[in-house]
């Protein structure tokens, strides 16, 4: 395979459509008292009906002329058709709804349902959601939901389910399979002694093994140190500024490694997203991308149609916790306002959604993966994704705890960058950081 020559110009209205796409670069929230009204207790005697003249209100963090927009507005045309349920869907967009949302609930506009990510959802906006577990018992909803992501919501919001699963998503290494075939790797690596061996003959072949941006640097730091400590850990010790934390500097010092054998790109310590995904991996020109599964749907058309894609979970660490098994994977959701008269219309509305023919549309028009477990049959791009998402049994929240601490993010991302760079060694990096918090 030969490098191709970079010769594309990103214009802004590229960048939007592929901010547009992203599932990335998730905020941390903020915990909210939980709220214990349950579908039954909504079922009150001025409810609209659920039929002829019934009606719902469904705020959605899509815009109308995205994929998944384009998909929930079939589902919801086929639910009006179907029910003579009539649906205001408004499409708010990411700012909008983040903005939006919490001052209209607490005004108390009439909203049924609204979507959003699972952590935002759960934790930011826990306290407007309702219970669903009777909802979900009397659909058997569960049948066919992937049972990860349905114990995933429950674990984020302490337990009870209050949101519902859809336009799954996880974050792993992304790389082009034609590359490692040409480099002679033969197999993923499942350790970090393989990847190490992985990116010398990558190197060797004339390839940027890794690349990044400052967009997702802090996932490599907060991966690695989750491996060696386990998430839990490594956000103990990020929102305390534990620095001195051995497995900072051994977290360091495998980066710091990494670097003097030339296996980052040249310009990682100043790409800015996305210049690593789109002027590197999808050029050709590197080999390999810590980044989530929209990934390859954001880069297809720079890429190409002959580019095979490959995923693999962050390797395994010598004398840590956790391994393959553990990543952070996740989900957009569909939620019930608590004060919402119209429960059982508002869920089976959930379901035309992340059910049946709508959910793998969802699937097909965004290069997504699928919620239905009875949706087989997931996007070419994403077939090596699968196996590294049915693996998974445990779950890192977003950049695995890097990212646990606002104040310390910035200090974390711009070191970090520098470390991979080379222009710091691993006693630097966490020198800044002790530096930094004091």
Known sequence: MKKRTMSLILGASMIATMLAGCGGSQEAATTAAPAETTAAEAKTEDAAPSGEGGSLVY??????????????????????????????LQFKGRTGIREGLQPALDAGTNIDLFDEDIDRVNTTWGQYLMDLEELVKASDYEATANAGLMKACRDVAGGTLKSIPYQPNVFAFFYNKA???????????????????????IKEAGYTPITNDDAYITCMFGYHMSRLIGEPATETVVKEGNWDDPAVLKTAEAYADFAAKGYFS?????????AGQNQELAM????????????????????????????????????????VEAANYGSQVLAINKDSKNAEAAFQLIEYITKGEFDQKLSEYSVGIPADSANTEWPALLADVKPVMDSLTTRYPWAAGAEANADMTPIIKENFLNLCGGSIDAQGFVNALKAAGN
Do not use: H, R
């Open 59 to 88: 705020w959605s963090m899509w815009e109308s002329t995205e994929p998944q927009g384009k998909a929930i507005q079939e589902a919801v045309d086929k639910f009006t058709a179907d029910t003579g349920i009539k649906v205001d």
């Open 179 to 201: 590359i490692f075939e040409e480099a002679g790797v033969t197999a993923v690596p499942t350790t970090w002694e393989e990847l190490d061996a992985a990116c010398a003959k």
């Open 266 to 274: 040249e310009t990682i310590a100043s790409n800015v997203w996305p």
């Open 284 to 323: 050709g020109t590197a080999a390999m991308y810590l980044n989530g599964s929209w990934l390859p749907n954001e880069v297809k058309d720079m890429a190409g149609d002959d580019f095979q894609w490959g995923c693999f979970s962050y390797p395994a660490v010598d004398g840590g916790v956790d391994g």
